[in-house]
């Protein structure tokens, strides 16, 4: 009764084990994280996003429940409806951010207006969310 397994001859190298381990065990590419260096930086992942001759396509995100990094960026507001992540810049952006985020040249002058603005966004939504489930409640 022979055993129809192959016998290894030779000891696995450090370095193919490693390969086959960082390979199975590879956890998922984090988004890049947004801030004012970043944003400035000719060498950061988002050098390229206001590119319009590069693919800026919305893919689903590989992070549970991510956040809107734009959102996070200007005010700390947690947003974490219809995102998605930038195919070219890897970052998590809503759906209402990410053409702000590819065309606004100058995103940390006016951060303090996006602020506003997302803030107010936000609360008519919350105010149509209500009346809608009062309606439905009559």
């Given at each position: 009764m022979s055993s129809n397994k192959r016998k290894r001859t030779t000891p696995p190298?450090?370095?193919?084990?490693?390969t086959v381990t960082s390979n199975s065990s590879k956890p998922a590419a984090k988004s890049c994280h947004l801030n004012d260096q970043s944003n400035d930086n000719p060498s950061s992942p988002f050098a390229?996003?206001?590119d319009r001759f590069v693919d800026h396509f919305p893919v689903m995100p590989t992070d549970i429940r991510p956040y809107c990094a734009l959102h996070r960026y200007v005010g700390k507001l947690d947003?974490?409806?219809?995102?998605?992540?930038?195919s070219h810049c890897k970052i998590n952006l809503c759906i209402d951010c990410h053409k702000l985020?590819?065309?606004?040249a100058n995103i940390?002058?006016?951060?303090?207006?996006?602020?506003?603005?997302?803030v107010s966004v936000k609360s008519l939504r919350q105010e149509e969310q209500g009346k809608k489930k009062k309606n439905t409640g009559d």
């Open positions: 190298s450090a370095s193919s084990t490693a390229k996003r206001l947003e974490r409806k219809h995102v998605y992540k930038c985020f590819h065309t606004k940390k002058e006016s951060k303090e207006t996006l602020r506003m603005m997302m």
